[in-house]
């Protein structure tokens, strides 16, 4: 079973929620790749696509957090400082190790989280306070 975008996500901002839906493909993507044994290859194009994507979505969704003077912008800011320094620190080890099943499963864990955790939760609220009435 794998990982799906569901309306209920949506925090109403169509090019956050295009990101959004972007990061739950490629995660998709490595469960699929997990299942047919090519795990620790997806896990390099998936680095490679989230250290970009840690760097343009975060900015975006930071910079709109300002434009609405959201009060919640510096925890938000918190957490994706902590998912970047994740993925900074996957980086390196991998860099020093080269990629092992337990990247795989420490990066499918990490988006699972932050799919339920931020995606689900601290976004949401982002959009509800942007939009409210939004789904
Ligand atoms: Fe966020």
């Known amino acids: 079973m794998g990982i799906q975008w569901r309306d209920s996500l949506a925090i109403g901002v169509e090019a956050i929620d295009n990101q959004h839906k972007e990061l739950l493909l490629r995660f998709d993507g490595l469960l699929n790749a997990c299942e047919e044994g090519r795990g620790k290859d ?18 975006d969704e930071e910079a709109l957090q300002r434009l609405h ?25 991998i860099d020093a190790e080269g990629i092992s099943m337990h990247h795989v ?3 499918n864990n990490l988006l699972l989280k932050w799919l339920l955790n931020h995606i689900s939760k601290v976004d949401k609220e982002l959009g509800a306070y942007i939009k409210p009435g939004s789904p």
């Open 69 to 93: 003077r959201f009060p919640g912008y510096k925890e938000h800011c918190v957490q994706h400082a902590d998912f970047e320094a994740r993925i900074k620190a996957l980086r390196s080890e």
């Open 42 to 59: 997806e896990m390099k194009r998936l680095l490679s696509f989230l250290e970009e994507y840690v760097q343009t979505h975060f900015r």
């Open 105 to 107: 499963i420490q990066t």
